[in-house]
T-cell receptor, first 119, second 114 residues
Framework: AQTVTQSQPEMSVQEAETVTLSCTYD???????LFWYKQPPSRQMILVIR??????QNATENRFSVNFQKAAKSFSLKISDSQLGDAAMYFC????????????????FGGGTRVLVKP | KAGVTQTPRYLIKTRGQQVTLSCSPI?????VSWYQQTPGQGLQFLFE???????NKGNFPGRFSGRQFSNSRSEMNVSTLELGDSALYLC?????????????FGPGTRLTVL
């Protein structure tokens, strides 16, 4: 079974500064997808970024970028130029890419990291 | 396109009762997954439905069940409610047939069991 670990329960960042959230995962599969979701106080889960394991290039979405280290099974999220609206819980998630029609769409989540943004 | 909708948004029940939650996916999405979120256990996968069939199931007791209709709307039912069932229940929809699938979440149903 796959596991996802987020070792930082809470991170604090000054507005306009950069913060990096850590995520490690354990899997025996070679093909999979990794995600970062944001959950603000409204509780709505919002997709931040997605990484395909077969792609060496790190994904980037505006101020959000990842550092994907497949051999180390590490998938960190960097938030640049932090804004007050970035304050939220951030969840790292794993999904297998093997035989999606059989394995289904199960996401395995880490425990989350709360990001506080100081003005 | 409209996003994933969940009804009701809030629910209060007492122990022993049963409850039904509803999820309407994004138009064109055929997969609906359900997750339970609690402070103690975090986000846990309940089950997934694709084209009216349960495709995957998490490690929850049989009191938790679900179904999916021909229009892809899904319901989950919890019978004989226990205090520990108090949680935020999230559903997520996706196309369901692509390896590149991404799940989009609804706003959740907050269930409180007294």
């Amino acid at each position: 079974a796959q596991t996802v670990t987020q070792s930082q329960p809470e991170m604090s960042v000054q507005e306009a500064e950069t913060v990096t959230l850590s995520c490690t995962y354990d899997t025996s599969e070679s093909d999979y997808y990794l995600f970062w979701y944001k959950q603000p106080p409204s509780r709505q889960m919002i997709l931040v970024i997605r990484q395909e394991a077969y792609k060496q290039q790190n994904a980037t979405e505006n101020r959000f970028s990842v550092n994907f280290q497949k051999a180390a099974k590490s998938f960190s999220l960097k938030i640049s130029d932090s804004q007050l609206g970035d304050a939220a819980m951030y969840f790292c998630a794993y999904r297998s890419a093997l035989l999606i029609k059989a394995a289904g769409n199960k996401l395995t989540f880490g425990g989350g990291t709360r990001v506080l943004v100081k003005p | 396109k409209a996003g994933v909708t969940q009804t009701p948004r809030y629910l209060i029940k007492t122990r022993g009762q049963q409850v039904t939650l509803s999820c309407s996916p994004i138009s064109g999405h055929r997969s609906v997954s359900w997750y339970q979120q609690t402070p103690g256990q975090g986000l846990q996968f309940l089950f997934e439905y694709f084209s009216e069939t349960q495709r995957n199931k998490g490690n929850f007791p049989g009191r938790f069940s679900g179904r999916q209709f021909s229009n892809s709307r899904s319901e989950m039912n919890v019978s004989t409610l226990e205090l520990g069932d108090s949680a935020l229940y999230l559903c997520a929809s996706s196309l369901g047939h692509l390896s590149t699938d991404t799940q989009y979440f609804g706003p959740g149903t907050r269930l409180t069991v007294l």
